[in-house]
């Protein structure tokens, strides 16, 4: 059975900084490319960030560019979402997801966790 377990949401004011971390198991994590999509009340679920196998490649969406890392241990099976700079608008339920292709579509992830809420005051 393959489960995502995402942690380190939470509350932060504007301009702060969370670390969200995203744990695998039952899949062969490596093989995997790992995604961070976020959903806002009212709106579509969207891609934030992706990183491929090795780490070779990895993609941002350009609201998040230069603020957000992404990062993974394939050791720990575990990818982490580091967010600075946080903006009101940064505020969704995120979610972590794996895919044996490379992607942005949400449609494509095979996995899915359950979410961490992150919230950003003004």
């Known amino acids: 059975q393959v489960r995502l377990v995402e942690s380190g949401g939470g509350l932060v004011q504007a301009g702060g900084s969370l670390r969200l971390s995203c744990a695998a198991s039952g899949l062969t994590f490596s093989t995997y490319t790992m995604g961070w999509f976020r959903q806002a009340p009212g709106k579509e679920r969207e891609f934030v960030a992706s990183i491929t196998t090795s780490s070779r490649y990895i993609y941002f969406a350009d609201s998040v560019k230069s603020r957000f890392t992404i990062s993974r241990d394939n050791a720990k099976n575990t990818v982490y979402l580091q967010m600075n700079s946080l903006k009101p608008e940064d505020t969704a339920v995120y979610y972590c997801?794996?895919?044996?292709?490379?992607?942005?579509?949400?449609?494509?992830?095979?996995?899915w966790g359950q979410g961490t809420q992150v919230t950003v005051s003004s």
């Open positions: 997801a794996a895919d044996r292709t490379v992607g942005r579509n949400p449609t494509s992830y095979d996995y």
